[in-house]
């Protein structure tokens, strides 16, 4: 495998070579240095890519407010949702719920979230599964 640094030496030694007119073995190294740099470039591509999307999922992390069953978005004074739990802690997505006369249904994972009055709490009003995974911070390629 191919060590992924640049080696800092080479560039020292791509001048010693030329200092020693050693132009072919020069512009060899000097292909390898490009070739190293090309590889670092795109890496750091992919990582530039990954933060952004570790920052968007905090981002909106940070505006979710949960009111016991499901998932509500809060941003300045815009409220969107309700979301379902369930798809949220397993799979990290947003399913938007579905509305009907006495619950919410997730058209996803088809659990149903009755509508609570109120000042009301129903500790029994609970998803069918429950369990929470570790959030997904990348993409699965
Ligand atoms: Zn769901």
Not at 123 to 141: A, E, G, I, M, Y
Request: aromatic content about 10%.
């Amino acid at each position: 495998m191919r060590n992924k640094t640049i080696h800092a030496t080479n560039f020292r030694k791509v001048l010693e070579l030329f200092r020693e007119e050693r132009n072919e073995e020069a512009i060899n190294l000097l292909k390898i240095i490009q070739e190293d740099y090309l590889d670092l470039y795109s890496e750091n591509k992919e990582l530039r890519s990954q933060i952004k999307e570790v920052s968007d999922i905090l981002d909106l992390a940070e505006c979710m407010d949960f009111d016991g069953q499901k998932y509500w978005i809060k941003e300045d004074s815009d409220v969107t949702g309700p979301y379902c739990q369930v798809c949220y802690d397993q799979e990290g997505i947003l399913i938007r719920l579905q509305e009907r006369d006495k619950h919410w249904e997730c058209y996803s994972c088809e659990n149903l979230f009755a509508k609570i009055p109120k000042g009301v709490t129903d500790k029994n009003q609970k998803p069918k599964r429950k369990t929470k995974p570790p959030l997904k911070l990348f993409s699965v390629k």
